[in-house]
Structures are given as structure tokens and as C-alpha cells.
């Protein structure tokens, strides 16, 4: 096998669950509220809610990854999200739930140990369900500054993909594993 040849590129990847259509148009409408110049807003088709952050694997560890992951017990993830919050730090706006779900936190748990079984070291950071509305934000968000609840509504997850390009990042589905529910 050459060097750079597919079975040895690096690909960056991430678990994540994927929002229904009718979420989707709801974080839109989230995303249209928010004010100018708060940072840089998440394109609406990179719109998720990661699972298990993975980072870079190559051909076995993709493998692995898309193989144990077939054999999960898939929830449908139905929740509200209604609090906004920002992590400084890294300069991300998001919008989280008042609780979490018993299968989505169930659903994240076996995520990491798919990791685990494959090699991969998971995040030692509690799993805090959220979706990122901006990036780059620089400002201090403004005091009171609410959104409409959005009504998060899924059936199963995926294995996502982050490619790098012209105009930014994207993100692509590698597997998609539906809900039994």
C-alpha cells in the first residue's frame, strides 16, 4: 500500500445526531434571531448535535468505527432546546436542553465505548448535549437574549465526516444508523 493512498488518509470524523426537517427549519428560524455580529453562524446543513467527537482516524479505525456502532440499540431523541449558552473559551454560541433524555445520555455512553473498542481515546468532559448556533463569537452575548424553544427531534445518528474546503467546513454523512424505535 503507497503512502496517501485511501486506506491510510486521515479522515476526521464524528458521531452525531441529525436534526428532522421540521428541527431544522426551527433552528433556521434560531439562527435568524440571533443579532448581527455575534460571531460567525453555523451553516443550517452543518447544524448537529455531536454524540462522541472522534478526531482523526484512518482506514481500520474508520472500519472499526462504522462496524460496532451498526450494533447500538438507536433511540428516537425528542427533547426542547431552550437554554442558550456560550462557551467563551473556544467562542461557541449554543442552544442546549433543560434535561437530557435517558437514551440519548444511554445512546452517548455506548458511543464511547465503540471508541474504546476501536483504540480511540473518548473526551473526558461530561456529555452536554447542545447544538452550536455560532462560531467566533468575540462579544459578550447580551444579557436576556432568548430564542424561541426548538423542538429536537431525531431517529438515529451518524458517523459524520468533516471536510475541509473553499468555503469552510463541511460536514458528511458516512453511515447513517436508524432508530429501532
Given at each position: 500500500m503507497s503512502a496517501g493512498s485511501p486506506e491510510e488518509r486521515l479522515?476526521?470524523?464524528?458521531?452525531?445526531?441529525?436534526?428532522?426537517?421540521?428541527?431544522?427549519?426551527?433552528?433556521?428560524?434560531?439562527?435568524?434571531?440571533?443579532?448581527?455580529?455575534?460571531?460567525?453562524?453555523?451553516?443550517?446543513g452543518n447544524l448537529h448535535l455531536?454524540?462522541?467527537?472522534?478526531?482523526?482516524?484512518?482506514?481500520?479505525?474508520?472500519?472499526?468505527?462504522?462496524?460496532?456502532?451498526?450494533?447500538?440499540?438507536?433511540?428516537?431523541?425528542?427533547?426542547?432546546?431552550?437554554h442558550l449558552g456560550c462557551f467563551n473559551r473556544a467562542g461557541v454560541l449554543w442552544l442546549g436542553p433543560d434535561g437530557v433524555p435517558a437514551g440519548l445520555s444511554a445512546l452517548a455512553r455506548e458511543l464511547a465505548g465503540v471508541l474504546a473498542e476501536c483504540g480511540i481515546v473518548a473526551e473526558t468532559r461530561a456529555?452536554?448535549?447542545?447544538?452550536?448556533l455560532a462560531r467566533r463569537v468575540r462579544r459578550h452575548v447580551p444579557d436576556g437574549l432568548k430564542l424561541p424553544p426548538v423542538v429536537w427531534r431525531s431517529h438515529g445518528f451518524a458517523l459524520m465526516e468533516s471536510v475541509s474546503g473553499e468555503h469552510g467546513v463541511c460536514y458528511r454523512i458516512v453511515e447513517r444508523y436508524r432508530s429501532h424505535g
Open positions: 479522515t476526521r470524523v464524528f458521531f452525531a445526531a441529525l436534526p428532522e426537517r421540521r428541527t431544522l427549519r426551527e433552528l433556521e428560524t434560531a439562527l435568524q434571531g440571533l443579532p448581527p455580529g455575534l460571531g460567525r453562524r453555523v451553516p443550517v455531536t454524540l462522541a467527537f472522534v478526531g482523526g482516524v484512518v482506514g481500520e479505525g474508520l472500519a472499526c468505527l462504522r462496524e460496532k456502532a451498526q450494533r447500538l440499540d438507536t433511540p428516537d431523541i425528542d427533547m426542547s432546546l431552550m456529555f452536554s448535549p447542545h447544538v452550536t
